[in-house]
C-alpha cells in the first residue's frame, strides 16, 4: 500500500474488525481523529491505521478508555510529558503482568485437572485419589 492510501469508514473499521460505530466512538473519545475529505466525510491513512494498531495494542494489555484517553492527550502535549507516559505504560505493564500471572495459574489448575482426569481415565490413578491430594502431591494448590 502506499502512504497516500486513503480508507473509508467501513474499511478502516474492517481492517481491525470493528464497527463503523466502534471507530465513531474511539473517535468520539478523542483517541483518533480521521481526516475529512472536501464533502466532510471521514477518511484514514496508514498514519491513522498504525496509530489504531498501537491504541488497540493498549486496550488489550488492559488499559481503560480513560487511560487510553489521557494516554493521547499527554502524547498531544508533545514530548514534555514523556515522563508521564512513561509511568502510564509502566503501570499498565504491571497491571498486565499481575492479570497474566492469574491466567497462568488458571491455565495451570485446567491443565492439573485435565491431566488427573486423563491419568484416572487410563487407570493410572486410583479413584480414591481426589483432585485436591494430586494436586499436593505434584506440589501445587488451588
Known sequence: MTG???????AFADIFGLTPATVRYYESLGLISPQRSVNQRRFYTEKDVDWMRF??????TGMSMEQLQQYV????????TIAER?????????NF???????????QILNDKIEWY???????LSEQVSFAEYLISNGHSL
Open 86 to 94: 512513561l509511568e502510564l505504560l509502566l503501570q499498565t505493564r504491571d
Open 55 to 60: 491504541i488497540l495494542h493498549l486496550k488489550n
Open 73 to 80: 492527550l499527554l502524547r498531544s502535549q508533545g514530548d514534555i
Open 97 to 107: 503482568l499481575q492479570q497474566q500471572a492469574k491466567l497462568q495459574k488458571h491455565l
Open 4 to 10: 497516500s492510501q486513503q480508507y473509508s469508514i467501513r
Open 118 to 124: 486423563q491419568r484416572r481415565q487410563q487407570g493410572l
